[in-house]
């Protein structure tokens, strides 16, 4: 079970998780319209996220828009 | 009033509308209902499972077009990787540059500004910088390939207006690329201001959603810029130190002696 730092908290995810499975962990439902993903401070296209396995220690930010701006 | 275009993209409205600050998403939606924007900005955080609604719903039924912000970004490296997230989430290559210096002023920090813009261009943005009302870095921005130039009145949400009137004017008369007037409008005269200096746009966000009534203030907005617009266009009269008369000056009757 890796570790992996999602948005700022340390998780535990199962053997083999990819950044897929982090994207739900982060609380995104069905197709995560609207988001994107950093690992370890480099993004990551939408369509690698299924490909990508992550290692212990590896930083994920998952992203989406919110209100701002001036 | 006539639209304006930005990167060959046209758009019927002058105002452009930041999201931040509205206390919650149906007053986002009055409120870009009111002021007729059709652009407005998002900014880019971690996803929070408990949020309710979908702001990028509520602008696409408002007809918006979402342009992606840096906020929070304070070097060149980090607002890359933003606008990249940006382009990634939200299937746009414009973005709103912000690279702050300085967490009390949030001025922008001009070296890592330019850099940034560089960098983006290169990668194919459309960049649409927020940059300190200084007529030389908005030139060294517009000479990097940046589609608009966008200086401060005055600082982020201090409702203080345009405060160097005279650098708005300089860059104005200087710029081949749209310049539009972000941040520091306190009020609708500010507003008209920026655009009887002849600024092409205006984008404000805290004048509006900080607001008592966001949405009458949002109409006010709209107003005001156009207001400006149409002054601008139509040619102000040149200031007096003395009256000059509007009633003829003969034909005046004799009544007393």
Not at chain 1, 37 to 47: F, I, M, N, S, T
Not at chain 2, 74 to 89: C, I, N, P, Q, S
Not at chain 2, 112 to 120: F, V
């Amino acid at each position: 079970m890796p570790a992996v730092t999602l948005n700022g908290e340390e998780r535990r995810l199962p053997d083999g998780a990819t950044v897929a499975d982090a994207v739900r962990a982060s609380g995104i439902e069905g197709e995560a319209r609207g988001v994107a993903v950093a690992v370890d401070g480099e993004v990551l296209p939408r369509g690698e996220w299924r490909a990508t396995a992550l290692d212990e220690g590896r930083r994920v930010e998952v992203l989406h828009a919110v209100q701002g701006g001036c | 009033m006539a639209g304006f275009e930005i990167a060959g993209r046209t758009f019927g409205s002058r105002l452009i509308i930041g999201t931040g600050g509205f206390r919650n998403l149906e007053t986002v939606r009055t409120a870009v209902e009111a002021s007729g924007a059709e652009v407005a900005t998002v900014a880019m955080r971690r996803v929070d499972p408990s949020a309710r609604g979908s702001l990028l719903e509520v602008l696409t039924d408002c007809g918006c077009f979402v342009l992606p912000n840096t906020a929070g970004c304070f070097t060149a490296r980090d607002a890359v990787t933003t606008a990249k997230l940006a382009r990634e989430a939200l299937e746009t290559d414009w973005v709103k540059l912000e690279v702050i210096g300085d967490d009390r002023t949030l001025l922008p920090d001009a070296s890592e500004l330019l850099e940034a813009a560089e960098t983006l261009v290169a990668h194919g943005f459309t960049v649409l910088p927020y940059t300190n009302d200084d007529p030389v870095l908005a030139q060294r921005l517009e000479d990097a390939g940046c589609a608009a130039v966008m200086p401060l009145g005055s600082p982020i949400g201090s409702g203080m207006g345009i405060l160097n009137a005279y650098n708005l004017r300089l860059i104005v008369e200087q710029s081949r690329v749209p310049v539009i007037l972000d941040a520091g409008i306190g009020t609708a005269s500010d507003a008209a201001l920026a655009m009887e200096s002849g600024a092409d746009g205006v984008l404000l966000a805290s004048a509006i959603s900080r607001a008592q009534d966001p949405a009458a203030m949002a109409a006010a907005m709209r107003k005001a810029v156009e207001a400006g617009f149409e002054a601008r266009s139509a040619g102000r009269i040149p200031r007096r130190l003395y009256a000059q008369a509007s009633s003829p000056e003969e034909g005046v009757a004799e009544l007393s002696g």
